[in-house]
């Protein structure tokens, strides 16, 4: 018989998903309260979106650093637009486009930048997760909780979409 | 044309224009509801265990029960260590997790437990004693050991047992309820657990001994 036992004693360390959730839970309820202008229904996507940080917590390297902000935030927004989606019970509301995601503004030079920015949410998000945090399309599956089939739909959709958007910026 | 390397570049720069427009994660102070916290708890104590399990599972040697100590998970929830006090068992899928949450009562935690009687030919090979707890190492000369651990609620300490390979039945120990779980195999340790009758101090022993064994242990457990 091989037999070991031991006790752990770790009063100070603290999980990985637990420094992201202490780091960035008030800047993600920020970024799902202004989709969902709700209080409650933004913690239940901040809820969602820890459930599949979670998940996929193996993925993240440094719990606390910038690249690991924008993944959250980018997370939070997803969580957000789904339940978004939910809430107004809308079956005719196509699934990628239109919904509103974070706010911003881009006044720099890159072309294809400008293209990715103006892409609805649903699609930005894939275009990062895939190109920017290097999921593939399995894992941005699983972080978004829709089947392989439509992950890859809506990655071959999104790059339709840019690649339109970024030969009409050319155009013009 | 786009090259997936003016992608990546210009998904890099979508991405920091994305993070400059929101504000300063120190600006946004949120008070979130207890609910929400409770979930989070959870999650986060799930995570935990999770990443135990997954520690135990990649070790050379085969671990059937650890004792988990530190205020982790009610770190981020000050409400709901005023809520619990109580051992409190949760069962995964793959492992059994006894949690204590609450104040400890410092008055009992300087007292320790030990089993009077151990089968013949079983002395005393390890010994460690801590605020959280104890637990010793009973081995005979062939090698085959006996382990009992024993926690009197120390704040936020879990006893974190391995449960796949076995079955779990309610028995008694000097007839309180305990929980025996049978491993699949003779190799692999039997284990058996039990609180207090005040429901304070947890205690487990593992060991490739029948049932009958373990309960006679069991209930030869007196303080010290």
Redesign the interface.
Known sequence: MIFYLSIIETPEEKSKLEQIYLEYRGLMFHVANSILHNEQDAEDAIHQAFIKIAENIQKIDEPVCPKTQGYVVTIAENKAIDLYRRRIKHPMVEMDDEVPGISFVYEGENALTACILKLPARYREMILLRYHYGYSVKEVAAIMGISFSAASKLDQRAKNKLKDLYKKEEQS | M?T?T??????????????????A?EE???H??P??EG??RR??L???HR??YQFLRR?A?????????????L??DTEARAAFFAWVKERYETYVVYRFAGEADKQANAMHYEPAWLPEGYEKAKE?I?E??A?Y?YQNKE???I?F?CSEGTDATALFLISDDTTAKKVSVDELPADFYQASDE???NALVWLSETGDSVFCI?A?LSEQTLIQIAESVKKE
Request: charged share 15%; hydrophobic share 50%.
């Open positions: 786009i997936d003016m992608l990546s570049t210009a998904a890099a720069e979508a991405d920091q224009v994305i993070q400059n427009s929101l504000p994660k946004c102070d949120h979130f509801s609910h929400f979930k989070m999650v986060l799930k995570e935990r990443a135990v070790a040697c085969f671990v059937t029960a650890i004792l988990l100590v530190g205020s982790v998970w770190a981020v460690s801590s959280a707890g637990f190492v090698g085959e050991m382990s651990i190799e692999t340790s593992t490739p």
